[in-house]
């Protein structure tokens, strides 16, 4: 185990997953707990991992007073209230990609199904009913397909309906005129063209403000008489009531949904409580949410689920990070030295000047520049608000933490030329003064501080270290040395900066903290004009 963290798992994830939560972590596994009983214990846990259906709601996140990460496994998040989860410095993770081939395969199952009726003729098959003449469907090719979000499973779904000899026309205003190419879908322009052309409409979006109700009644007016509906994303997409009637009414023939607004349970042997019309109606076939339900994708999912959960919860920052901007591997593997310096020169000015800061200035220079700004720029924040606040900063909060507290960031990069192939130099202005840190990274990932409060010293930080500023004069050294070693603290590394302006800082790596007593006889040693203890 990692550390004491516990964590509990509200739906089912695959055994991998749960296996690998339990080598790193404590777990309580509590599959379709009531909502009600999840606020009464979220307490006691570190992290949740939810699918679908736990309803992860800011009241929730709010009595999770020691939940730090939130984990999806799957790939929608309508069910995780991602703006508190940001505001509460709660990292959601998910599985984006996980589950995505056994979604479009599920769409292309359906499709199939109310193509030629399979439900409902093997049911009646089963009754010995082999009336075939009730069951004539109709054929794929040649039929036009309207995909609604050309994302990830729509994009998918594309392609493999090209397969079957169909004319795939798709509607998504968010990506570019390639992407439509590159799958070979026809892009429309607008709904209604899409509505008038298909049919067949399957719908392949993010459940949103926007989307939720899309296809409602005005829309189901705009159809092709006899179109056939499929629905393997988000309940609600399309209106249930709307939908009921059009199949009532012979507009829609047919449709196949996989998800509803409100999700019943998936562990009951009977959900009573469930009750939706559209079940009573006979072109109509449903699945209970079954989209990511296959070996492979459960298996990608909850393990990936388990790894993130894990790492995030160990500080680490992981890909799939849903309230973040997202880095892929290869970005985070290079950026992190620098995410660790950042954090380091944050933290150092919070322990060297306990001033509120107003504006932050950073500036990178050489390799570092390549990097994405904003990352470093969290760090720093990160590094700076963390150990301020009662509440908790880290990645995911920091940039609104600042915002919210009035710190006005600055990012900007230079080709400027330097000693060092990389710098970070930050420059923190607070109502009094402003005073300026840089760093660097050597090698893969050892870290440098090479300008501290405007002298020029270059250290590694450590654990704890002792910062002097003194007169640049013989013996003050000696004598700083002598009390260390009469409090018996070891010093690992010394490093004293030019002189400037007749005062030098001397950084001191030592193996423990100090003392109030010793801090302040140092201060009192002649020519010393400050001495920082720091704890990075
Ligand atoms: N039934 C199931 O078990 C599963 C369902 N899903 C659901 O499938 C859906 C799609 O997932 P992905 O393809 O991974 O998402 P994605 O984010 O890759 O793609 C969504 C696409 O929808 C487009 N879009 C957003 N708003 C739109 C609008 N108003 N009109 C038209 N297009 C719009 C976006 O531009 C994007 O291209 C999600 O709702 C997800 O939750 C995903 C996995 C399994
Ligand atoms: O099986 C599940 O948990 C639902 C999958 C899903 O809808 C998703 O990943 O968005």
Excluded: W
């Amino acid at each position: 185990m990692d550390r004491e963290y516990r964590i509990i798992v509200t739906e089912r994830i695959d055994e991998a997953g749960i296996q690998y939560l339990k080598e790193h972590a404590e777990v309580d596994i509590k599959y379709d707990v009531p909502y009600e009983e999840l606020l009464k214990i979220i307490d006691e846990y570190d992290a949740i991992i939810v699918r679908s259906v736990t309803n992860v709601s800011e009241e929730l996140m709010k009595a999770g007073k020691k939940l730090k990460v939130v984990g999806r496994a799957g790939n929608g998040t309508d069910n995780i209230d991602l703006d508190a989860a940001t505001r509460l410095g709660i990292i959601v993770v998910n599985t984006p990609e996980g589950n995505i081939i056994a979604a479009a395969e599920l769409t292309i199952a359906h499709i199939l199904a109310i193509s030629r009726n399979l439900p409902q003729a093997n049911y009646a098959a089963k009754q010995k009913d082999f009336r075939r003449n009730r069951f004539n469907g109709v054929e794929l090719y040649g039929k036009t397909v309207g995909i609604i979000g050309l994302g990830r499973i729509g994009s998918l779904v594309a392609t493999r309906l090209k397969a079957f000899g169909m004319r795939v026309i798709a509607y998504d205003p968010y990506i570019s005129d390639e992407r439509f190419t590159k799958f070979g879908a026809e892009k429309v322009e607008n709904l209604d063209d899409l509505l008038r052309q298909s049919d067949f409409i399957t719908i392949h979006t993010p459940r949103t403000p926007e989307t939720m109700g899309m296809i409602g009644k005005e829309e189901l007016k705009k159809v092709k008489k006899g179109v056939r509906i499929v629905n393997c994303a988000r309940g609600g997409l399309i209106d249930e009531e709307a939908l009921y009637e059009a199949l009532k009414e012979g507009i829609v023939a047919a449709a196949a949904l996989d998800v509803f607004v409100k999700e019943p349970s998936y562990e009951k042997e009977r959900d009573e409580d469930f009750d939706n019309p559209l079940l009573n109606l006979d072109n109509v076939i449903v699945t209970p949410h079954l989209g990511a339900s296959t070996v492979e994708a459960q298996y990608n999912v909850g393990y990936s689920v388990a790894k993130a959960v894990i790492a995030a919860l160990n500080g680490e920052i992981t890909p799939n990070v849903v309230n973040m901007p997202q880095l892929d591997k290869e970005e985070l593997f290079a950026m992190k030295p620098f995410l660790n310096l950042g954090e380091k020169i944050g933290n150092i000015y919070y322990q060297v000047e306990r001033e509120p800061v107003k504006k932050i200035e950073i500036n990178l220079s050489g390799d570092v520049a390549q990097c994405r700004s904003q990352f470093i720029s969290m760090s720093v924040l990160k590094g700076l608000l963390d150990p301020v606040l009662n509440e908790r900063v880290n990645f995911v909060n920091a940039e609104y933490v600042a915002k919210s507290r009035g710190i006005d960031v600055v990012v900007s990069s230079s080709n400027e030329v330097s000693d060092y192939t990389n710098l970070v130099k930050v420059r923190f202005e607070n109502a009094k003064r402003s005073l300026e840190f840089a760093g660097t990274v050597f090698g893969k990932n050892e870290l440098r501080i090479v300008n501290f409060m405007g002298y020029e010293v270059e250290f590694a930080p450590s654990e704890y270290m002792l910062v002097v500023k003194n007169v640049d004069k013989p013996g003050v050294i000696g004598q700083i040395g002598t009390l260390l070693g009469v409090s018996k603290v070891n010093i690992s590394m010394m490093r004293v900066s030019p002189s400037k302006d007749g005062k030098a800082l001397m950084v001191l790596g030592i193996d423990r903290g100090l003392s109030r007593e010793t801090l302040s006889m140092i201060k009192n040693i002649e020519g010393v004009e400050n001495a920082i203890m720091m704890n990075l």
